[in-house]
């Protein structure tokens, strides 16, 4: 018969093909793939007869399953692989007349059944491996028992043929008998060996018991024992080995001789050792790293009492722009420089010098006994980096932050003293850099609320425990309350009531400000609403409510769609809201900066710039923003606390509210605490007030009482 090009025959081939092609490559045949292929092909045409044939027939799927496993497809990817194959080529290629639907069903049923058929070949097959294993012990043994009633003839080959070393020697330690691989071991001819003391091979690296269990042995004590053990080669190298030692007995059971058998462990320990350098060095630098410094430190602050450290914990300043703008190879040279620079600094055997990462090093001693030695470590690390470095011709300054950390051991671990030190570092940072600070337990105190308190926001904000403060604005000329500023709280589970200076600085930092600032936001716009509700639009018109914006909250993206869709959900009117904004976010600002700012005041928010006076107060500054009112800070309300008040204060209050005016510009002050400061502002002709005088911060309910207060009266 010859095969039509595109008949049955030649469609089954390409299914098998393709089947092969995804299997061959897991299987782990000797077959090449066109063997493999050959294989494959009565499976495949076996399938094909059981899509077609007239009763359905699932014996045939599974004995293909079972084919599989026979032809080296054990690995579990080769039964799906030909599942997936068989799923979507088996009815395209074999099935072409006939009825769709059944021959999918029929095919989906073969695929089940092929794996069925696979997994019981598997099972199989394991247990005939069971089987052999077992019968090739029994067979072990009985070698091993025939072996045990072998003439001494046959105990000389194996002596002189073993790859191990084998030794003989009396229970006085006499050398009676050596094979030839012990030799080889010791590099020497026999008049090395024959005729010397066991005991004559001590090494200085001999662990404590090597001795004591040798002396056990020959005293009949103990049968053997398993030691890792040194011994002096006569050309002066050093021979590790694993040494078995094993009492031979007389027929009596009286104890005879010693059986040594040596491994030679030598290169392998050197590998090891290579490893574990690898494993506990800085392969850029070549300095001990993280690892290697957390042991010694441990081991450091372990030792007996009475002792003392000292720690010095370096990074790099401005590291990062080093190797951002001359690239990281020569970030690199920098490091092994500095590397090269801090092993210089350290000169006594109890001192030492890590690479902790990045540009991170750290200096431990404990060569100390007083707090200024520790200090003087500090300042050599810093003279070391005063002379720049060159690097591609190029001379760089290297300027370092140390957080030093000095003490009794056995007080702290090492994770806390690490800590402690990374914190003293970031003081040190933060306080400009380029220089050393000692720790402190209340600073690291701070420094750890601080951080616990960053670590809870999230879940803080998730489970409810801000809530919102408002303090009435009250209008200068007529004294009614026109709106208030939402001022955030947390109350804290362990703390209590946190102001927002305890937590909106790390708020920013983590970037959480966002969620929270959108939530301050959502709260105190309904807070308006429900104001309005109930207080109507009043005689000064409709309460407004103003939120304190954060310099992030500024620059994400999501301001102004998610200021819109707050207004919009709660129905209230973009003139309700006042946006605060610190001078000092907006210095220096550019246009795209500006702009969401821009967007919301032409949608009828206003923006009011706050702390006003305290930044650069950039005067000129203020036609580019779009503000509505000026937030005079509170620093010019206390030069008003007497009356009369300073007349410095009182002529810069004029000229601002003056200018202010001109602007445009409304100025609201703060921190109004007495009647007479009140009365100062209302003169200068400021607009509105806020302060204790009128009202702490407090429940929304409180504001809708003064309100209503000065509605009645
Ligand atoms: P701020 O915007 O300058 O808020 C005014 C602060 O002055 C408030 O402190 C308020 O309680 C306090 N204050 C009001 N009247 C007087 C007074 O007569 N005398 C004195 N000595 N102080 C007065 P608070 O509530 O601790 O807020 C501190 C700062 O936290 C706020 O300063 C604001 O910058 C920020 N803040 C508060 N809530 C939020 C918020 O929801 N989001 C953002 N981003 N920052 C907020
Ligand atoms: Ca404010
Ligand atoms: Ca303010």
């Given at each position: 018969m010859t095969a039509q090009p595109d008949g049955p025959e030649d469609r089954l081939r390409r299914l098998t093909t393709i089947w092969s092609r995804a299997v061959f490559p897991v299987t782990s045949t000797s077959l090449t793939r066109p063997e493999f292929e050959r294989r494959l092909l009565p499976l495949a045409r076996r399938l094909s007869e059981a899509l077609r044939a007239r009763a359905f027939d699932a014996a045939a799927g599974e004995a293909v399953g079972a084919a599989l496993g026979d032809a080296?497809?054990?690995?579990p990817e080769a039964l799906s692989r030909s599942l997936d194959c068989v799923d979507a080529y088996l009815v395209l290629y074999c099935g072409e007349d006939g009825d769709q639907e059944d021959l999918r069903a029929r095919c989906a049923r073969l695929q089940h059944a092929m794996a069925a058929g696979f997994a019981r070949a598997l099972r199989r097959r394991t247990l005939a491996e069971q089987e052999a294993i077992a019968q090739a012990a029994l067979r072990a043994q009985g070698v091993v028992a025939q072996a045990l009633h072998a003439s001494e003839a046959r105990f000389r080959a194996v002596f002189e043929g073993a790859a191990i070393g084998i030794g003989i020697a009396d229970l006085e330690g006499n050398v009676l008998q050596v094979n030839g691989a012990l030799l080889r071991m010791f590099g020497g001819s026999e008049q090395i060996l024959r005729g010397r003391n066991v005991r004559d091979w001590t090494h200085p690296e001999d662990a404590p018991q090597v001795w004591r269990l040798y002396e056990e042995l020959v005293r009949g004590e103990r049968e053997h024992y398993h030691v890792e053990k040194a011994f002096s080669r006569p050309d002066g190298t050093v021979l590790w080995t694993n040494l078995t030692v094993s009492l031979l007995r007389d027929p009596d059971g009286n104890p005879q001789y010693q059986l040594a058998l040596m491994e030679d462990t030598t290169e392998r320990r050197l590998l090891n050792l290579r490893l574990r350098y690898e494993a506990t060095h800085d392969a850029l630098t070549g300095l001990p790293n993280r690892t290697l410094f957390f042991e010694r430190l441990e081991k450091v602050l372990n030792a007996g009492d009475g002792r003392r450290f000292g720690l010095c914990y370096l990074d790099l300043d401005g590291f990062k722009t080093i190797n951002d703008s001359l690239g990281h190879a020569a970030g690199d040279r920098l490091l092994v420089e500095v590397a090269d620079r801090l092993q210089g600094c350290v000169s006594a055997p109890r001192e030492m010098v890590a690479r902790l990462g990045g540009d991170e090093f750290v200096a431990l001693t404990?060569?100390?006994?007083?707090r200024r030695e520790v200090d003087d470590l500090a300042s050599r690390i810093m003279n070391a980096l005063v002379a720049p470095v060159r690097i591609d011709g190029r001379e760089l300054t290297v300027r370092g932050s140390i957080g030093v950390v000095e003490g009794p051991v056995g007080e702290r671990t090492a994770a806390e003293v690490l800590r402690s030190a990374d914190i003293t570092m970031y003081r040190a940072k933060s306080a400009g850099g380029n220089r050393f600070e000692l720790a402190d337990p209340e600073a690291d105190a701070r420094a750890i609320t601080r951080h616990g308190l960053t670590t809870a926001l999230p879940a803080a904000l998730e489970r409810g425990e801000f809530f919102i403060e408002y303090q009435p604005l009250v209008h200068l000329g007529d004294g009614s309350v026109r709106g208030a500023e939402a001022l955030v709280r947390w109350l804290h589970p362990q703390h209590g009531v946190l102001g927002p200076d305890r937590f909106i600085p790390l708020a920013e930092h983590t970037g959480l400000i966002v969620p929270l600032g959108r939530w301050v936001m959502e709260q105190s716009v309904r807070q308006a609403r429900e104001w309005r509700e109930r207080h109507g639009d009043g005689a000064a018109g409709p309460l407004r409510i103003n939120v304190n914006l954060s310099p992030c909250q500024l620059s994400h993206p999501g301001l102004v769609q998610d200021t819109v869709d707050i207004l919009e959900r709660t129905g209230v009117t973009p003139d309700a809201l006042c946006l605060e904004v610190t001078e000092s976010a907006l210095i220096g600002a550019d246009d795209d900066l500006l702009k969401p700012l821009h967007r919301l005041a032409e949608m009828g928010v206003d923006i009011a710039l706050d702390d006003f006076g305290t930044g650069y107060s950039n005067l000129a500054n203020l036609r580019r923003l779009p503000v509505r009112v000026l937030k005079l800070d509170r620093s010019f309300t206390q030069g008003m606390q007497q009356f009369p008040a300073d007349p410095v204060d009182l002529k810069i209050v004029e000229g601002i509210v003056t200018l202010a005016h001109s602007l445009d510009l409304a100025v609201t002050v703060e921190g109004v605490e007495t009647g007479a400061q009140a009365e100062q502002l209302r003169v200068l002709g400021c607009d509105t007030a806020q302060g204790w005088y009128y009202a702490?911060?407090?429940?929304?309910d409180r504001l809708h009482e003064l309100a209503l207060a000065d509605a009645t009266g």
């Open positions: 080296h497809c054990t690995a404990t060569a100390v006994d007083s702490r911060p407090g429940p929304p």
